[in-house]
């Protein structure tokens, strides 16, 4: 049993240089491989994967809000449904996920025996445009072996406006395909215009009547205007400052001094004024009423660059009878070089 | 406006943000996103558009509103501790103000920030009553501003296809609110990421949506081919009318290399005094979270590609945004010109932006935004301001096209929101969807009470683990464990209510209390649930 998924390794055959094989997918399937004890794989013949275990994991340490009891912190990693389920990623890329439940895999252990070991997880996908699909008409189908330990897979197409639907099944040694679970059909964009050019027109009131066509030339303004699918929305990196960039809003040039090898440092100066007087006095600093604590006391920090600055600081009594001030000069300057 | 216009210009603002509502405690940074918005983004655009309609300037816009930020503008908890937050900030600025004293090149700055977070402050109790959603009703009200809304969670529809259900309960759930908080359902819709796969409209028609939003190569591929591409709406047939967005003028307006924004004498984003003062002068604004943060006060300009910042002047930022105001419009001028000269209908552009770009990424962008419309008002008359549904009204008859899906994120489809860092949420969002279809149809007239009242809750959680927010997140590569983190404890939520309501054993202490944690849709109907849909 453990051989058998040893030898499968169609990461390495198939996948090398696709983006279907990203490497999460190989870091799950290689946790996976590490969860699987071999008892456990002996019973259970077909590889689980269960969902998301990986991420769970990583941030685990992370509170989750104060739920409570019994319930469960950490996310199921199976639903105990075999299931595929598939998504249009883009035009010519999309994605499957799927589970295999328990009973799935020891249905086909019991139907295959011997044979499932040499069986190969794959995805059948068929172009089902234009047919209702029942398993055996499609316009044509391709098979993608997939990693048995994987839950999920990127499959690429080579034609957009498509419909598409995924056999998840195993090929035998001898060729044989077993379906485990089909998908939903989905249908890819088309990348491009449509040559479709037949107009049709509409207006609210004539829903009732149903629709008009309208014989207009399909030269048209807008359509020259190439499909240019940009991401510019989320483009916000206005200005190139960045978190990182280093210096005081109130440092002067210069103040920033680094070594070569990155080491820094920044330094600057702010003056701190404070004082007391009575209750319910008006305090000015330099001019600027300043808020005057229920016990007088009042203070205020300020920026202190280079140079001289006066500092006058009153107090008015709150019936604008009594007045005292004081008056500083309070000075910056740069002592030596300072370098290194 | 003295001759008639050659076209129109329809200026579409998406206000949304994922429900960051924390009862649980004040330390959640990212309740911040929310404070900062109001601040920097909802509450100067209020100012300038209800200064614009006080003024009698004659103009249209269309606004969205997420239902998850419609429910924080109303919340009171949120509006306590805004209000919190924001004497924390006016004081934080008076204290900047004397700290500059001795800093010309500063101090200007920093009272024009004082200035104006007292202004925020005073217009957001004195005018809104704390009530944001207040202030877009007002604006409705003035007959300027069209309000429309988005999906109950703001989910991406395209990646519901398999389960169509929970896609049409978001476009259902999400209106519902909409009419629960403004009276009237809404005209447009605004379809998150502008996410759309053939079958979403149909929904659309059923809530009486008549238009929403798509991007431009969702209309550009649609079938048949659009005869005037995005310059004049198409139906589907559904007969919701599909708008595509236009890319000269989100370019021009977005592009960080492109665009405006980037001009050297706009206002630095990332030089915020958060990163640089002493710990002491910021803390009280970081509320309980012991890192540094941004305080929204900002003192230096663009400057040019450079680490080296000069400081801010407002006088040439606010210049700046004129000039720039006068080259949108120009160039809206000159397109709408062509267009009309080939076209037998006079063109609609459609130029959609996230709210948030203006203010809170770019500083000047509710200046500007004022400026766009006093000049199209004034100064020209080649284009006039509408909303889509007065273009339906002029041209009710349009092509009848099938829209290509789409979206408006990177290369234009899907593989934002599924990629290998987030595709792992699929199987619980399908598997959730299925569960509460199947709890919805079992359960048509619960009883007892605390049923029903258990299965609101979970429709709820469901619709919080959709939010495109955390697939986009894990993808963007910030803030991940927070993104994860919400959407396993929704799922985990959503999961032990299920198994509760089946086995009859509802704990309701526990349920009560994730009523408190997420408590917005409090009418939630869960039988919307129970609708058969198809895709």
New interface residues.
Partial sequence: MQDSFDKVSPIDKKGAGTPSV????QQMAEDARIELSPPEVSDQPLPHRR??EI??LE?EN?Q??????H??????GF?GATRI???????F?M?A?W?IAEDMAKNLRRQLGEELDRSQLTLRVHDVTGVTFDGHNSVRSFDKEVHPFAN?WYINVEESDRSYCVDLGLVTGASQFYLISRS?T??????????????????????EEG?IS?G?S?S????????????????????????G??????GQPGEVHRAPRGFWLRADA?LIIHGATEAGAKVE??G?PMPVRPDGSFS??????F?D?PVDISATSDDGIMHRSVSWIVSRSNRGNGRS | MLSTPNGYLALVLHAHLPFVRHADGEHYLEEKWFYEALIETYIPLYIVLSRLADEEVPYRITISVSPTLLSMFRDPLLQQRFSDYMNNLVELAEREVARTRWLPAFHDTAQMYRDRFREARDVYWNRLGGDMAKGLQDLSDSGHVELITTAATHGYLPLMEVCPEAARAQILAGIDYYRQVFGIAPKGFWLPECGYSPGIDEYLREAGVRYFFIDSHGILNASPRPRYGVYAPVYCHSKVAAFGRDMESSKQVWSAQEGYPGDYDYREFYRDIGYELDWESIKPLMGNCPIRLQTGLKYYRVTGNTDRKEPYVRQWAIEKAATHAGNFVFNRERQVEYLASVMDRKPIVVAPYDAELFGHWWFEGPEFLDYVIRKIAYDQNTIALLTPSDYLELYPKNQVATPSMSSWGYMGYSEVWLADCNNWIYPHLHTMAGRMTELARSYPHPQPELTRRALAQAARELLLAQSSDWAFIMKAGTCIDYAKKRFETHTAHFLGLYDDIKSSNIDPEWLSELEEQSNLFPNIDYMVYAGRATM
Avoid at chain 1, 22 to 25: L, T
Avoid at chain 1, 64 to 69: I, T
Avoid at chain 1, 189 to 206: A, K, M, N, Q
Avoid at chain 1, 220 to 243: D, F
């Fill in positions: 990203s490497q999460h997918e969902f998301p991420t769970i941030t992370l989750m809000n104060p739920a409570r009891r319930k469960p912190t950490v996310l199921p639903y389920v598939l998504q249009v990623r883009d035009p890329w994605h996920y589970e999920n939903n989905v249908h890819t964009p088309r990348i491009g215009p449509s040559w479709i050019v037949d107009e049709e027109w509409l207006t609210i009131r004539e829903i629709y309208h207009l399909p048209s303004p807008g359509i020259s205007r190439h499909a240019r699918a940009e991401e510019l929305l989320h483009e916000i990196a206005l200005g190139s400052g960045g978190v960039a280093v210096g005081s809003p109130m702010e600093v330099c600027m205020v920090r300020l920026s202190l660059p140079g600055h």
